[in-house]
């Protein structure tokens, strides 16, 4: 997977898992590891994806005094931005299974016979 495809998919997991409710950093991290893999969605990849969501005007943070965590949500440009890459990931989706359906579906390639004989 590419780096930009990587982090569009990021953006992706991160937007989906505030789009009902905030949620602090780790928890965060936590649910995108477990939707993914601790590879995909480290706290080295997801700290810095909030940090550019929040700048870019997806999310919005704000800071508990007494737990000192910072809790993101989504903004209206965050909402509409999950909408866009839903449907660009949809669309992957629905091209790999028809390829992966069309190659299911061919015949067998016969053997050639061997020239040696």
């Given at each position: 997977m590419s780096r930009s495809t990587a982090f569009t998919f990021n953006?992706?997991?991160v937007l989906g898992?505030?789009?009902h409710r905030e949620l602090y950093g780790l928890e965060i991290v936590k649910a995108a590891a477990a939707?993914?893999?601790?590879?995909?969605a480290s706290v080295g990849t997801i700290y810095p994806?909030?940090?550019d969501l929040v700048r870019d005007g997806w999310l919005s943070c704000r800071k508990d005094?007494?737990?000192h965590r910072t809790y993101?949500?989504?903004?209206?440009?965050?909402?509409m931005q999950l909408s866009r890459i839903t449907a660009k990931w949809e669309a992957i989706h629905d091209s790999l299974?028809?390829?992966?359906g069309s190659a299911a579906m061919m015949p067998?390639?016969?053997?050639?016979?061997?020239r040696l004989q």
């Open positions: 953006q992706l997991i898992l505030l789009q939707t993914t893999s601790p590879n995909q994806l909030l940090k005094p007494d737990t993101y949500r989504l903004t209206d440009v965050g909402r299974d028809e390829i992966l067998q390639a016969q053997e050639r016979p061997s």
